[in-house]
C-alpha cells in the first residue's frame, strides 16, 4: 500500500467517524428532544389531572364548611330566637304583675269613690228632702 492510499483510507474512516459523530449526534439530539417533549406532556398531563383533583377536593370541602356552617348558624339563630322570646315573655309577666297591681289599687281607689259619691248621694237626697219639707211647710 502506498502512502496515497493510507491517506485516502484515514480519510475514508475520518470521514465515516464524522458522519457517525453526526449521525450519533442528530440521533442523541432526536431522543433528547421526544424525550424532553413526552416528559413535558406527561408532566403537564399530570399537573392537569392533579389540579383538577384538588380543585374537586376543593370544591367539595367548600361544599361541606358552607353546609356545616349554615346548619351551626340556623342552631344559633334558633337558640337566640328562644332566648329573645322568653326575655319578652319575663318582660310581660313583670309589666302585667305591675299593671295588675296599679289596677288592684285604682279599682279600690274608684270602689271608694263610688261609695262616698252613692254617701253623698244620699245624703244630697236627704237634704232636698229636708229643704222640701222645709219649703212646703212655709207656704
Known sequence: MTPEDLQQISAIVDAAERRTAEHTMGAI???ERRTAEHTMGAIDAAERRTAEHTM???DAA????????????HAEIKAAEERAQEFARGIETSL??????????????????????HDYGIRL??????????ETRRQ
Open 125 to 134: 237626697a236627704a237634704i232636698e228632702e229636708r229643704l222640701l219639707n222645709l
Open 56 to 58: 374537586g377536593a376543593i
Open 62 to 73: 367548600e361544599r361541606r364548611t358552607v353546609a356545616a356552617i349554615a346548619v351551626a348558624m
Open 29 to 31: 439530539d432526536a431522543a
Open 96 to 117: 302585667l304583675t305591675s299593671f295588675h297591681g296599679h289596677a288592684k289599687a285604682q279599682t279600690a281607689r274608684l270602689h271608694t269613690l263610688d261609695t262616698v259619691a
